[in-house]
């Protein structure tokens, strides 16, 4: 640690010894956080392959009723992000202060058109009557009596995507924050564990939706 | 701290592989591969996970603690989805009502 | 001999005063003791609700209220003493206050987190509270759907909300205590001379970490069911409760072990401690914390028996369930063995580790019998399976939680304990408790069904008999209360060392200074070494 900076030392905290210490701590910390996110999702990923195993024609006929090439298209917008995210930790590595800014930046305002354009997307739910427990309820091309069973794909559609959209507000508000540290020059390229962190949780949201886009968007398309 | 700080090249490349994958995956979605659209579709969403997570999460140079934790989370999912779907696919199987 | 020095000095709980120096504190010993307060008021509570259901059982008829209430009042006893006291309990308050100065740190790697903890299950609690004052829930404590989403009327939503709030208290305290044990240990502690209740912590922290989200999850469904009725659980709509069940089981069968580690952890500290000898197979003994932890998530199933859970699935759940037994087993021989031959004293806290040693083993033969899938179609749901988890999480992880309490009394509060009153009461609640619960197995063997209030008449002796018990072990709880509150004020004051322990917390003053030690001190012998103690005397009563 012969290379700490002032500023590093000013930021650590004094439970610890060395910024090593403290930096292998926040780190250890976000991916344990991490895994709580797995499981999280995970409890959904296991009711997905449930009903989907009892039901696989109805889901295959629902999630044909989502629009596939919205679908890519939002999925390319959150992959642009996370590659934004990347550079903007790169540039928190080598302590250029206006990158960190300018990647933070484009980061969110990709995260905001993921959500705009998730938005849309629910709104036509809503306007094509695909919301479960309403009784306008209805989907095309299944009969009166598996009504309900279609009702379980798009429960488990709004759950995930809900939940997923959960996560990236969060991840915006993070990054949001991230912004404002940035300007005061907070960080350095001694110390810029905030960002990593943060970087951290942003890919791992991405993870989550590199998954949730086949299950829910593309499994079973080819029946149609 | 700043041992390993990779070049915007190998971001560019990693990202440009997601975005080859995503089109890929989406192509495929509509050919009829029978069970293996289902393979298929995971198959890849795994290599887009691992790209994400080696490179973008830089655990390819992360520490062996680092890399417990994650198989770990790994292993607990896999736990959870297993042992429950050996409930729900060998319902049935006894031939005995609700069994 | 100390007593002016111990008066003048500074530590941590005259390091500063005023209302605002604890509820913003990020010292993890204050935050312990904060934790300390809350889950006393959750124990008495649910005792309150344990207390009317024994009342109300002491009659065949079911005079004193009526079905709904008694539904409530079973429900109420289990929320709150599952999520606010033995979840919390322990590790929250004492592997809080103990387990950074056993490695030797400053501190917990988070101490705001920390604090955070703390408000999250104050807020949950608050939920449920409120649930309970505004007319209480009824649909046991294991929520149930499709009962819980559809059909009851009652506050399930408040109830759950406070339950997944106080869930995330639970992730974070395991998370920092992970990232503690793995970054703060002081020079020269390395893993294998951790202490054993540092071990059991960490295992506890896995627990909580990889499976309480799960119920997170699941409570997010549940709200979801029973407010927009989206059919995740609802089988009119194709849905399947048993998912509900699985996914429930999945954190609530491991939450067994969150509860129990911890105090597995406890009796390693008092067994040694009192019988001044390394314990036992020490690499067993932490390596089978380490394995309750991994084989805790396997065997969930074992709670759906009776459900439509395929047969097949019953038999692997039923397979893997005997394997929880090894590792347990190994604990409570090692601990017998780490006996043989020791220099044994019979003070409060190792009263209570006998008791626990005991009950727990009786709780735990019991539990192979519930993991056979042909003796458990006949005894779920009866009150054997009552008194066989009783026998774990009151003979266990409460027996434990108070021999751990008087044994860091001192520490804590730099006050002793009343010896006599304390043995009194260790007494008293080892003969209520089986008193109390013991019956309960022959109740439930003969086929008493839980959760009725109304039952045949020929069960009534056994009953008045629990009830009886009851009463005693009520007692035998507020006596500890009466004395601990006593000795803050009047307690003899308590030297560094009161037991000739080894370990970190007892090199440091008692209470300890703010930092917990007054320079970092370098580990080098392991745990347990007796040889490293010296000269005090011992102070039994």
């Known amino acids: ?224 | 701290m700043h041992e390993h700080i990779d070049s915007i090249k190998l971001y560019a490349l990693v990202f440009i592989g997601l975005i080859i994958l995503t089109v890929v995956t989406t192509a495929v979605a509509f050919v009829d591969l029978g069970p293996f659209s289902v393979v298929a579709a995971l198959g890849i969403a795994v290599c887009k996970m691992l790209l994400v997570a080696l490179f973008f999460m830089h655990i390819r140079h992360s520490t062996k603690l680092t890399r417990l934790v994650v198989l770990g989370g790994l292993l607990w999912l896999f736990i959870l989805l297993a042992l429950t779907m050996s409930d729900f696919v060998t319902r049935g199987a006894l031939g005995v009502p609700g069994r | ?541």
């Open chain 1, 1 to 224: 640690m012969a290379s700490q900076s002032h500023v590093e030392t000013l930021a650590l905290r004094e439970q610890f010894d060395t910024a090593g210490q403290q930096k292998d701590a926040s780190t250890l910390g976000m991916w344990l956080f991490l895994i709580t996110e797995i499981m999280f999702f995970g409890g959904m990923f296991l009711a997905y392959s449930v009903y989907r195993g009892i039901y696989p024609t109805i889901f295959a006929i629902a999630s044909t009723s989502l629009n596939v090439y919205i679908g890519a298209a939002n999925t390319v917008v959150l992959l642009c992000s996370s590659f934004t995210m990347v550079l903007a930790v790169r540039a928190a590595q080598l302590g250029q202060r206006r990158a960190i800014i300018v990647f933070l930046v484009l980061t969110l305002a990709l995260g905001t058109v993921f959500l705009g354009v998730k938005a849309y997307e629910w709104k036509e739910k809503f306007e094509e009557h695909h919301i479960p427990g309403q009784a306008a309820f209805h989907l095309e091309g299944v009969s009166a009596d598996q009504q309900g069973h279609a009702q379980l794909f798009f429960s488990l559609y709004f759950a995930m995507t809900g939940l997923h959209a959960l996560h990236m507000v969060i991840g915006a508000g993070i990054l949001t924050v991230l912004i404002f540290q940035a300007r005061r020059g907070k960080f350095t390229a001694d110390y810029m564990t905030p960002v990593d962190v943060a970087g951290l949780y942003w890919h791992f949201v991405d993870i989550i939706w590199i998954f949730l886009f086949p299950l829910l968007y593309l499994i079973d398309r080819h029946l149609k």
């Open chain 3, 1 to 541: 001999m100390i007593t002016a020095a111990v008066q003048e000095r500074e530590h941590y709980l005259n390091a500063s005063y005023g209302i605002k120096s604890w509820l913003l504190t990020k010292d993890h010993k204050r935050i312990g003791l904060l934790y300390l307060a809350t889950v006393t008021l959750f124990f008495f509570l649910g005792g309150a609700f344990a207390t009317l259901i024994r009342i109300e059982l002491l009659t065949p008829q079911g005079g004193l209220v009526s079905s709904e209430t008694y539904n409530k009042l079973f429900t109420m006893h289990g929320v709150a003493m599952v999520f606010f006291f033995l979840i919390p309990s322990i590790p929250a308050t004492l592997g809080n206050f103990f387990l950074p100065i056993m490695i030797g740190a400053r501190d917990l790697a988070f101490p705001k987190l920390n604090l955070l903890s703390w408000y999250l299950l104050v807020a949950g609690g608050v939920f449920a509270l409120f649930a309970m004052l505004a007319g209480g829930v009824d649909t046991g404590w294991t929520f149930y759907t499709p009962y819980s989403t559809t059909y009851s009327n009652t506050w399930v939503i408040a109830t759950a909300l406070g339950i997944f709030i106080a869930g995330f208290s639970s992730i974070l305290t395991g998370l920092n205590f992970i990232v503690t044990v793995h970054t703060m240990r002081a020079p020269g502690m390395t893993w294998f001379r951790l202490p054993l209740f540092v071990w059991a912590n960490y295992a506890t922290a896995l627990i909580q970490v990889l499976g309480t989200p799960v119920i997170a999850v699941t409570i997010v469904l549940l709200f979801c069911e029973r407010v927009f009725h989206i059919g995740i659980f609802d089988p009119s709509l194709g849905g399947d409760p048993v998912l509900f069940q699985h996914l429930f089981w999945f954190y609530s069968h491991p939450a067994v072990y969150i509860m129990v580690l911890p105090a597995m952890g406890v009796l390693s500290e008092l067994i040694s401690t009192f019988s001044r000898k390394p314990v036992f197979g020490y690499g067993f003994v932490a390596a089978s914390s380490l394995a309750i932890a991994v084989l805790g998530f396997l065997v969930w199933g074992h709670h759906l028996f009776v459900s439509t859970q395929s047969v097949y699935a019953g038999l692997v759940f039923s397979f893997l369930s005997y394997f929880v037994a090894i590792p347990s087993a190994i604990k409570v021989f090692n601990w017998t063995a780490t006996l043989y031959k020791g220099s044994i004293s019979y003070a409060t806290p190792m009263l209570y580790a006998f008791g626990f040693i005991g009950l727990f083993t009786i709780g735990g033969l019991t539990g192979l019998f519930v993991a056979c899938l042909g003796i458990d179609v006949h005894v779920t749901d009866t009150y054997f399976v009552i008194a066989h988890f009783h026998y774990i999480m009151v003979g266990g992880t409460i027996m434990a939680y108070l021999g751990g309490l008087h044994y860091w009394w001192p520490k804590m509060t730099g006050r002793m304990y009343p010896e006599g009153w304390a043995k009194l009461s260790a007494l008293v609640i080892f003969l209520g408790f089986n008193l109390t619960f013991f019956p309960q197995f022959i109740l439930g063997y003969l086929g008493m069904p839980r959760r009725y209030h109304v039952y045949p008449e020929e069960f009534q002796v056994l009953h008045v008999l629990s009830t009886a018990g009851a009463s005693v072990l009520a007692v035998g709880y507020i006596i500890p209360m009466v004395y601990f509150i006593w000795s803050l004020r009047y307690g003899k004051m308590a030297v560094a060392n009161p037991w000739g322990a080894t370990g970190l917390e007892w090199q440091t003053a008692s209470p300890p200074p703010a930092h917990n030690f007054d320079e970092t001190p370098v580990v080098t012998h392991e745990a347990y070494d007796y040889s490293t103690v010296i000269g005090e005397e011992i102070e039994v009563g």
